[in-house]
T-cell receptor, first 112, second 111 residues
């Protein structure tokens, strides 16, 4: 069964203090690892997708990396507006299967 | 920018009643999904829908649940007889097919 574990559950940083969020996964045949941002009471907002070990993607202050067992979301010099819950999800299994399996998320708070 | 929309934003119902949650996926997407998130828990997959039929469903998606694409734009989730434990945020998503984009959700409260 595909599983995703994210750590830490919650992270509080000062504005400008860089850090990383971890996503560990087990999946039978990875066909994509996805990072989403979720604001309170809202739907997940797509950030990145990664498909193979060694791949990296960047967007503004965020960079996602992927190994065979985990992914990291690096946040550089964060701002208060980066406060949100960050969700990691994997898609695996047979070709054609589409479901995403989510982790429980990391709740990030950036203090001004 | 195209987006997935959902109605209503909040639905309150009595236990045992039927509810229909509605979604308008992104117009050129062909794959549609329902997920749910119980307060404080993970986002969980319910069902995927492609070419007018269910392509995959989870154990949660039992006989009380059904999905339909009644016309060219809407995608619905019906819960026939709601239970207290159905209280959750329900998210619709659509994809192209690789990237799934989520709607804002419907908060379902079962009393």
């Amino acid at each position: 069964e595909d599983q995703v574990t994210q750590s830490p559950e919650a992270l509080r940083l000062q504005e400008g203090e860089s850090s990383s969020l971890n996503c560990s996964y087990t999946v039978s045949g990875l066909r994509g690892l996805f990072w989403y941002r979720q604001d309170p009471g809202k739907g997940p907002e797509f950030l990145f997708t990664l498909y193979s070990a060694g791949e990296e993607k960047e967007k503004e202050r965020l960079k996602a990396t992927l190994t065979k067992k985990e992914s990291f979301l690096h946040i550089t010099a964060p701002k208060p507006e980066d406060s949100a819950t960050y969700l990691c999800a994997v898609r695996g299994g047979i070709q054609g299967a589409q479901k995403l399996v989510f982790g429980q998320g990391t709740r990030l708070t950036i203090n001004p | 920018e195209p987006e997935v929309t959902q109605t209503p934003s909040h639905q309150v119902t009595q236990m045992g009643q039927e509810v229909i949650l509605r979604c308008v996926p992104i117009s050129n997407h062909l794959y549609f999904y329902w997920y749910r998130q119980i307060l404080g828990q993970k986002v969980e997959f319910l069902v995927s829908f492609y070419n007018n039929e269910i392509s995959e469903k989870s154990e949660i998606f039992d006989d009380q649940f059904s999905v339909e694409r009644p016309d060219g734009s809407n995608f619905t989730l019906k819960i026939r007889s709601t239970k207290l434990e159905d209280s959750a945020m329900y998210f619709c998503a659509s994809s192209d097919p690789a990237l799934q984009f989520f709607g804002p959700g419907t908060r379902l409260t079962v009393l």
